[in-house]
């Protein structure tokens, strides 16, 4: 199992990130993807979610309006577009995928939001 988990960086509040997570090695389009975050001294936190076949999400309150998520499964890969960033966003973002008692990681990408 693998991920590539791209798009993280520096971005000024207000801005805009899209993150890349590319997932190799499972069965993809069987399992639900989600985002979490982990800011500083804190616990880690779902952000969004997405069912297998793209059809269900489930935001956190803080990004909904924000963050949208998606994913294709034909380049295995699930997409978190991040606007109207602010400095609360800032967190190491994780790619999780989960079917029944398998459950990966991606390796983070850092996102900092200041000015």
């Known amino acids: 199992v693998q991920f590539v988990e791209s798009g993280g960086g520096l971005v000024r509040p207000g801005g805009s990130l899209r993150l890349s997570c590319a997932a190799s090695?499972?069965?993809?389009?069987?399992?639900?993807m989600t985002w979490y975050r982990q800011a500083p001294g804190k616990e880690r936190e779902s952000v969004v979610a997405?069912?297998?076949?793209?059809?269900?999400?489930n935001y956190a309150d803080s990004v909904k309006g924000r963050f949208t998520i998606s994913r294709d499964n034909a380049k295995n890969t699930v997409y978190l577009q991040m606007n109207s960033l602010k400095p609360e966003d800032t967190a190491v973002y994780y790619c999780?995928?989960?079917?029944?008692?398998?459950?990966?990681w991606g390796q983070g990408t850092q996102v900092t939001v200041s000015a």
């Open positions: 999780n995928a989960r079917y029944f008692k398998n459950d990966y």
């Open positions: 997405i069912s297998s076949t793209g059809g269900i999400t």
């Open positions: 090695g499972f069965t993809f389009s069987s399992y639900r």
